[in-house]
């Protein structure tokens, strides 16, 4: 996966469900067009999406977070500080809650926060 590619890919993702504000916010590109860092930040009706991965052929590390008046109601990530979860490293926070996280795709967090505003 380049870099690139994939930062195209998110943008497109977000700008799908609704995000029409997507700002690339941080880049650090690596040696090779398959290694680097990004962040992206999407705001839409008050909510703001701020997606972060670092790639190195595939997602190496991500953190996807879903925040609403200044609170984080949802994210996914892949720290590895909650070794008593199932789906070890990846988990997600809803609110104060940690769970485990079966689908650590950028799509299925999307999906998620799009039943979350859809709820509200």
């Not at 290694?35 to 703001?48: D, F, L, N, P, Q």
């Not at 490293?89 to 809650?97: D, N, Q």
């Amino acid at each position: 996966m380049k870099l690139n590619e994939r930062i195209s890919y998110v943008t497109k993702l977000l700008k799908s469900h609704g995000f029409r504000n997507v700002v690339l916010r941080a880049l650090r590109p690596g040696p090779l067009p398959t290694v680097g860092w990004y962040r992206i930040e999407a705001i839409s009706a008050g909510h703001r999406i701020v997606i972060t991965e670092f790639i190195r052929g595939s997602i190496v590390k991500y953190s996807y977070n879903f925040i609403s008046d200044s609170e984080i109601l949802l994210r996914y990530d892949n720290a590895p500080h909650h070794p008593y979860i199932s789906t070890y490293p990846h988990h997600k926070h809803e609110g104060r809650r940690v769970a485990p996280l079966e689908d650590p795709s950028i799509e299925s967090f999307l999906k998620e926060v799009s039943n979350m505003i859809s709820m509200k």
